[in-house]
């Protein structure tokens, strides 16, 4: 009898299992998350460079998209005549990864798969691969390898909406709807999933995070997290606002994903990009709120990265070769703003704050002096000042000039004086903030 009541209860555990949608039954796995200390690693890495690639950007199209709503005859030349065009012969991911390095980014995500279900990298799950292409190489492999050689930290994207796979089912392709195919209930899209996340996590050693588009990644972020514990997942774990960013801080870790123009993908023909100047002003936003910049880098169907982006790029990268010290390593102080001057603070040492100072409706002259009173913050009698990048001795070709900082304590709150020192551009104008350190404050009934 009572082997009959462990059998009968066996079944009746079998059947409740059972009557669980999938994504539930995945979701039930207990420990399953980001590792806290990588968390806290994550959110000292500051900004990060996007990168959205696949073989439409032969057409300038926006990436995989143009797949939803399309004609039986546009999805058969998408699908097998438009591989035969994607041959990036250019591709060199180790100048990708120089420019991010020398720019000040700390991670690098790659769309291994997005929604198209065209994947980088030659997989046994489908022929809608880098493998059908003339290129044929390992797109994910070279990019793993160089942001190994430069210390950079690796990730990848992952959509398990698979347009090719619901196409081949007979299924409308669509992202809403009653009879939108996700993957807790498509068990043949799950299980084709389920094959390339294990190629991806097993073949190119530890990857550091993982970026999981689409409506429904639940069973993808569980099944990443067994492969590999330490992998940070972002979305699909933690906020991530896309085209914009929180008017205030988010509770956890957070990343704001951007765009450089109007497209994720490749645009050559009526794109409008954001400015050097514009990516600086966003980042600092973020860091200021606690969050990290997630920036997107659209390649050449040729594999080059598109000059009007690589410009974009170094005015950013000489901004953070002088103020890289203000955006990595930081945590949001207990007030974000005063003004226009923006605040962060050393994750290491809650009494060192880096203030942000924008060059203000006039352009602030090389030389010129500039005083500020922060009412924010109280100075502890040992408060030193620094503008970084520059020494405070000296202006070039004016000898008696005076630079050094100065911090004083007024009724009033922390007044700072600063000179704008170091000679960037030729001309000497520099129309983007420039970061002054101090060291021994904090803030005045906050903390």
Not at 14 to 27: D, E, G, K, R
Not at 218 to 243: D, F
Not at 366 to 378: D, Q, Y
Not at 423 to 431: A, I, K, M, V
Request: a positive charge.
């Amino acid at each position: 009898m009572a082997v009959t009541n462990k059998i009968t209860l066996g079944y009746i555990c079998l059947a409740l299992t059972l009557s669980v949608p999938l994504c539930m039954q995945a979701n039930d796995t207990s420990g399953i998350s980001n590792n806290p200390d990588r968390v806290e690693a994550f959110m000292d890495w500051g900004v990060g460079m996007f990168i959205h690639w696949s073989l439409d950007s032969e057409l300038g199209s926006v990436i995989s998209h143009s797949m939803v709503g399309a004609s039986d005859d546009y999805l058969s030349r998408y699908i097998n005549e438009l591989p035969r065009f994607f041959n990036p012969r250019e591709y060199d991911p180790e100048e990708w990864v120089k420019l991010a390095k020398l720019a000040g980014f700390k991670y690098m995500v790659l769309t291994t798969k997005h929604h198209s279900g065209f994947c980088l990298w030659p997989t046994k799950t489908t022929s809608f691969s880098i493998d059908s292409t003339p290129y044929k190489q390992d797109i994910v492999k070279l990019f793993v390898d160089a942001c190994r050689k430069y210390d950079m930290k690796t990730g990848f994207y992952f959509s398990p909406e698979d347009f090719w796979f619901l196409h081949k089912q007979g299924k409308v392709i669509r992202r809403r709807g009653a009879d939108y195919a996700h993957t807790s209930n498509n068990k043949q899209l799950w299980e084709h999933n389920r094959k390339q996340i294990k190629e991806l996590f097993t073949k190119y050693g530890p990857i550091d995070v993982v970026f999981l588009d689409g409506h429904d990644n639940r069973l993808a972020r569980n099944y990443i997290h067994k492969l590999q514990p330490e992998c940070l997942v972002t979305r699909g774990e933690m906020e991530t606002p896309e085209q914009k960013i929180p008017n205030n801080p988010l509770k956890g870790p957070w990343e704001s994903c951007f765009t450089l123009g109007t497209q994720w993908q490749f645009k050559p023909t009526n794109e409008m990009y954001k400015s050097g100047g514009k990516l600086i002003e966003m980042l600092i936003d973020v860091r200021a709120k606690g969050g990290n910049l997630l920036i997107n880098m659209g390649p050449e169907p040729s594999g080059n990265i598109p000059h009007e982006q690589e410009r974009c790029f170094r005015e950013l990268g000489l901004w953070m070769f002088v103020n890289c010290e203000a955006i990595h390593n930081v945590r949001p102080c207990p007030v974000i703003k005063e003004n226009d001057l923006n605040f962060t603070r050393s994750g290491n040492d809650n009494s060192t704050v880096y203030v942000f100072v924008p060059q203000g409706e006039k352009q602030w002259k090389r030389g010129e002096r500039r005083e500020f009173v922060l009412k924010s913050l109280v100075a502890d009698g040992k408060t030193r000042i620094s503008v970084l990048g520059q020494n405070d001795r000296v202006v070039e070709y004016s000898p008696a000039a005076k630079p050094a900082s100065k911090v004083v304590q007024t009724e009033e709150g922390v007044k700072i004086s600063v000179v704008r020192a170091q000679r960037l551009y030729n001309n000497s104008e520099w129309p983007n903030p420039i970061v002054v350190k101090l060291e021994g404050v904090k803030f005045a009934s906050r903390e």
